[in-house]
C-alpha cells in the first residue's frame, strides 16, 4: 500500500538546507550510501534509525546506534510515534519531520490494540415486585445495597492505586525489536537461522529468552550483571521437520521486569540445497560442509549502484580436488568452476583474488572471461607444491572492478608428503642410534585487511605463526624487518601499488615466503570549498534586496532551496543539487555571495552541472561565476535554455582571481522568468 508521503528537512549540520521525500512502509536513516535518508555525519551510524508506518501512524525507532536518536530532544528508548512539526537528531545533525497526513493528530501509545470487551449476558427479565418494609419493594431494596458495596469496592481500589502509583512508575519493562529474519521467511529443514534482536531498557537488560512454539530453546544473557542497553542478541536455531514455527522473544532488565512478547514466524520447508550463501566442499579446512555456514535468513548479496546483485557460486572442482598430493616444487594447475549466480553480467575488469590462508607463489589475481548472469565459468590459477611437507589450503573469491570482493569462498588444498629417506646399509655390528622426533608443524598465515585502497589511506598487515625460528617482512617502510609470534600486525600507507614479502624459517631450518599485495588507485582532487554546504553561509540578494535562505517557492522575490534527490531535465537526480530562481519580472536575477574561509590558490578549479528542474519546458537564463575582491569580476558564464540535458562547468581560476576570498553564484532570466526553475549540481572549487 502505497504510504503518504514524508518530508525530512536537514535543520542543522553539513548538509543544512537539503530535503528528502519519501513515501514507503520503512524508512531507514543512516550514514552509509543505500539508506533511504543519507545523513553525512561522523557521529551517526551507517543504520542509525528506522520510520515505519504502524496502524496507520509514523513510528521511529533508534537501530542500536552508537549516540542515539532524540525526538525533541528526547532520547528515543522503543517505538516512538511521530506527529507534524517533530525534531529528530542524529548525531550533529538535526531533521524537521513533516507529514500533513498527521497533522495536528497527538501519537498513540504503540501497542497492541485493545482487547474488545468481555460478553457479559443480558439480563434477566423482571420479576413481579414483592413488598418489603416500609412498603419498598425487595427489588428496592437490594439494589440499594449493591449499590452501597459497589461505592466501597471503588473507594477501595482508588485508595490503592493511589498508594500504588509510585510503584507503578518505577515498573518499567524493555523494549524488544526482531531485526532478523523478517516474519514469513522461508528456510529449508536443516538450515541454520540467525535470529537477531536489539533490546532496550533504561535499566539495562540481563538477558534475551528465544522461545519456540512456546517453549524456550534457549536463553542469551548479557556479561554484565547490571544489564546493557541497548543489548543484541544473535540467537541460532534450527528445525528439524518442516512446519510453521513461531519463534517468541522477551527481554529482562536488571529489576526482574521483562517485555511484552515479540513474535515472528518461520516457514520451513523440505530438504536443504546448496545457495550461493552455503559453503560446499571447497571452503576453508574444519569448515562443516554437511550443514553449510550459518546465514540470516533475510541476508541478500549486496546490492550495485545500478540496482543488479553481485554473487558467485561454486559448482565443481574441474582439477585438484581437495587433499591431492603434488611433490615439493611440483606446478599445480588449479581450475575452479563458478557460476554467477548474481543479476550483474560479469564484464571487464572482474577478477579471481587471493583473499587468505597459502598463497604457493599464485599471482594475487587473475582476469575472469566475460560471463552473463546465470552462465558458469571455468577459473584456473597456476601455482607451485611448497618444498616443506604438509597440507597447504588457498581461498579465492571474486572481486568487481570497483574493488568490492564478493561472492562464496572457495578453496584449493594440497598435499606435500615428506621426501622417503635412504635406509643405510646394516654393519656386521650395527648400533642402535636414537631418532630425534620431527619438528612440530609450523603455521604461517599472511593476511592484509584491505588490498586495495586510496593514495594516502592506510591498511593493516596481519602475521599469524607458530613453530618457526624467524620471520622478516619486506615491502615499502619494512625492510627485513623482524616479525615476532603468534601474532602480529603492522598498519602500512604505501604511495603506489606494492607487495609485500614475509620471509619464514623454520624449526628444520627450511625456509618459505608468503606475499600479499596492496594495490593503490590515485587519489582524486581534494574539495575545499562545497557550495552547497555552505548555501545558508552566503549573502543571498535580487533585485528586490536581501532573501531569506532557505526560501519558499513561493516568493516572487526570487529564492533558494535545496532540490537534492529531485529529478532535473535530463532525468537524473543527485543529492546536492541548489535551485536559484530569479525575480519574477522580467530579466531578474538573484545573486549569492560566499567569503570563502580562505583565498583562491593558483589551479583551483570550479566545478559543477548547471540545468533545469524536470518540466521546466520554457526555463532560458544565464549562469554566471564571479570572483574578486568584491565578488563582481566574471569568471566564467553561459546561456542555458531547456533542451534535457545538463551543462558540465569546469574551469580554473584566472590568475587575476588569485588570493580573492569572494565567489558568487549568479543567475539572470532571458526575458520572462517563467518556470526559470534553475538547478547547479554539487558546486565546489577543487584544488589538485
Given at each position: 500500500m502505497q504510504q503518504p508521503s514524508i518530508t525530512l528537512t536537514v535543520q542543522q549540520g553539513p548538509q543544512r538546507g537539503q530535503r528528502f521525500s519519501v513515501s514507503k512502509d520503512s524508512i531507514i536513516l543512516g550514514r552509509v550510501v543505500g539508506s533511504d535518508v543519507v545523513v553525512t555525519d561522523s557521529e551517526v551510524s551507517r543504520r542509525h534509525a528506522s520510520i515505519t508506518w504502524e496502524r496507520g501512524q509514523p513510528v521511529i525507532r533508534d537501530l542500536g546506534?552508537?549516540?542515539?536518536?532524540?525526538?525533541?530532544?528526547?532520547?528515543?528508548?522503543?517505538?516512538?510515534?511521530?506527529?507534524?512539526?517533530?525534531?529528530?537528531?542524529?548525531?550533529?545533525?538535526?531533521?524537521?519531520?513533516?507529514?500533513?497526513?498527521?497533522?495536528?493528530?497527538?501519537?498513540?501509545?504503540?501497542?497492541?490494540?485493545?482487547?474488545?470487551?468481555?460478553?457479559?449476558?443480558?439480563?434477566?427479565?423482571?420479576?413481579?415486585?414483592?413488598k418489603g418494609p416500609g412498603g419498598l419493594s425487595w427489588m428496592a431494596l437490594g439494589l440499594l445495597g449493591?449499590?452501597?458495596?459497589?461505592?466501597?469496592?471503588?473507594?477501595?481500589?482508588?485508595?490503592?492505586?493511589?498508594?500504588?502509583?509510585?510503584?507503578?512508575?518505577a515498573g518499567g519493562v524493555p523494549t524488544v525489536v526482531i531485526n532478523s529474519p523478517?516474519?514469513?521467511?522461508?528456510?529449508?529443514?536443516?538450515?541454520?537461522?540467525?535470529?537477531?534482536?536489539?533490546?532496550?531498557d533504561p535499566k539495562g537488560v540481563t538477558r534475551v529468552e528465544l522461545l519456540v512454539n512456546g517453549v524456550l530453546y534457549h536463553s542469551d544473557v548479557s556479561p554484565n550483571p547490571q544489564g546493557q542497553s541497548p543489548f543484541i542478541s544473535r540467537q541460532s536455531w534450527r528445525a528439524s521437520a518442516p512446519g510453521t514455527y513461531t519463534l517468541m522473544l522477551k527481554a529482562y532488565n536488571a529489576a526482574g521486569g521483562v517485555s511484552q512478547p515479540e513474535a515472528i514466524t518461520v516457514n520451513v520447508t523440505g530438504a536443504t540445497t546448496p545457495g550461493p550463501g552455503e559453503v560446499t566442499s571447497t571452503l576453508a579446512p574444519g569448515t562443516p560442509t554437511a550443514t553449510g555456514t550459518p546465514v540470516v535468513v533475510t541476508g541478500t548479496p549486496p546490492p550495485t549502484p545500478t540496482g543488479c546483485t553481485l554473487d558467485a557460486a561454486f559448482v565443481a572442482d574441474v582439477t585438484v580436488p581437495d587433499g591431492t598430493v603434488f611433490s615439493p616444487g611440483t606446478q599445480v594447475d588449479k581450475i575452479w568452476r563458478i557460476r554467477n549466480s548474481g543479476s550483474c553480467p560479469w564484464e571487464s575488469g572482474y577478477t579471481w583474488v587471493f583473499v587468505s590462508g597459502d598463497q604457493m607463489g599464485a599471482a594475487p589475481s587473475q582476469a575472469v572471461p566475460a560471463t552473463a548472469a546465470g552462465a558458469n565459468v571455468d577459473i584456473g590459477v597456476t601455482m607451485y607444491a611448497p618444498s616443506a611437507p604438509g597440507t597447504y589450503t588457498g581461498h579465492w573469491r571474486m572481486k568487481s572492478p570497483d574493488g568490492q570482493v564478493f561472492g562464496q569462498t572457495c578453496s584449493v588444498q594440497i598435499v606435500v608428503p615428506a621426501l622417503a629417506t635412504a635406509t643405510p646399509t646394516p654393519t656386521e655390528t650395527p648400533t642402535a642410534t636414537p631418532t630425534q622426533p620431527p619438528?612440530?608443524?609450523?603455521?604461517?598465515?599472511?593476511?592484509?585487511?584491505?588490498?586495495?585502497?586510496?593514495?594516502?589511506?592506510?591498511?593493516?598487515?596481519?602475521?599469524?605463526?607458530?613453530?618457526?625460528?624467524?620471520?622478516?617482512?619486506?615491502?615499502a617502510e619494512y625492510a627485513n624487518s623482524g616479525v615476532t609470534g603468534p601474532h602480529w600486525s603492522g598498519s602500512t600507507c604505501p604511495a603506489s601499488t606494492t607487495t609485500y614479502t614475509l620471509h619464514v624459517v623454520k624449526l628444520d631450518s627450511s625456509t618459505e615466503d608468503k606475499t600479499v599485495t596492496v594495490n593503490v588507485t590515485p587519489a582524486g582532487p581534494t574539495v575545499v570549498y562545497d557550495f552547497m554546504d555552505h548555501m545558508c553561509d552566503a549573502n543571498w540578494t535580487s533585485g528586490a534586496g536581501s532573501l531569506p535562505c532557505p526560501g519558499g517557492t513561493g516568493d516572487n522575490e526570487g529564492f533558494v532551496i535545496a532540490v537534492g534527490g529531485m529529478e532535473l531535465e535530463d532525468g537524473s537526480t543527485w543529492p546536492k543539487a541548489l535551485e536559484t530562481h530569479p525575480q519574477w519580472v522580467n530579466d531578474g536575477w538573484i545573486q549569492g555571495k560566499y567569503h570563502l574561509p580562505s583565498p583562491i590558490q593558483a589551479g583551483d578549479r570550479f566545478v559543477a552541472k548547471v540545468g533545469f528542474l524536470k518540466n521546466a519546458a520554457a526555463g532560458n537564463v544565464r549562469f554566471m561565476v564571479t570572483a574578486g575582491t568584491n565578488g563582481g569580476s566574471t569568471a566564467w558564464t553561459q546561456v542555458k535554455p531547456y533542451n534535457n540535458s545538463l551543462v558540465d562547468v569546469s574551469f580554473e581560476f584566472p590568475s587575476i582571481f588569485v588570493g580573492s576570498s569572494y565567489v558568487s553564484l549568479r543567475l539572470l532570466a532571458n526575458g520572462s522568468p517563467s518556470q526559470d526553475w534553475a538547478v547547479w549540481v554539487e558546486p565546489r572549487i577543487e584544488r589538485p
Open positions: 546506534s552508537t549516540n542515539g536518536t532524540f525526538v525533541n530532544g528526547v532520547r528515543v528508548t522503543g517505538a516512538q510515534a511521530l506527529r507534524d512539526g517533530d525534531t529528530i537528531g542524529l548525531g550533529k545533525a538535526q531533521l524537521g519531520f513533516q507529514c500533513p497526513a498527521v497533522a495536528g493528530a497527538y501519537p498513540t501509545a504503540v501497542g497492541p490494540a485493545p482487547r474488545p470487551p468481555a460478553y457479559a449476558p443480558p439480563p434477566a427479565p423482571p420479576a413481579e415486585a414483592r449493591a449499590a452501597v458495596v459497589v461505592l466501597l469496592v471503588v473507594a477501595a481500589v482508588g485508595a490503592y492505586l493511589y498508594t500504588q502509583r509510585g510503584k507503578k512508575i523478517a516474519s514469513g521467511s522461508q528456510v529449508p529443514v536443516g538450515q541454520e537461522v540467525i535470529v537477531q534482536v536489539t533490546a532496550t619438528p612440530p608443524s609450523s603455521v604461517i598465515e599472511f593476511t592484509v585487511d584491505d588490498d586495495t585502497i586510496t593514495a594516502g589511506n592506510c591498511t593493516t598487515l596481519r602475521v599469524h605463526i607458530e613453530n618457526v625460528q624467524t620471520a622478516t617482512l619486506s615491502g
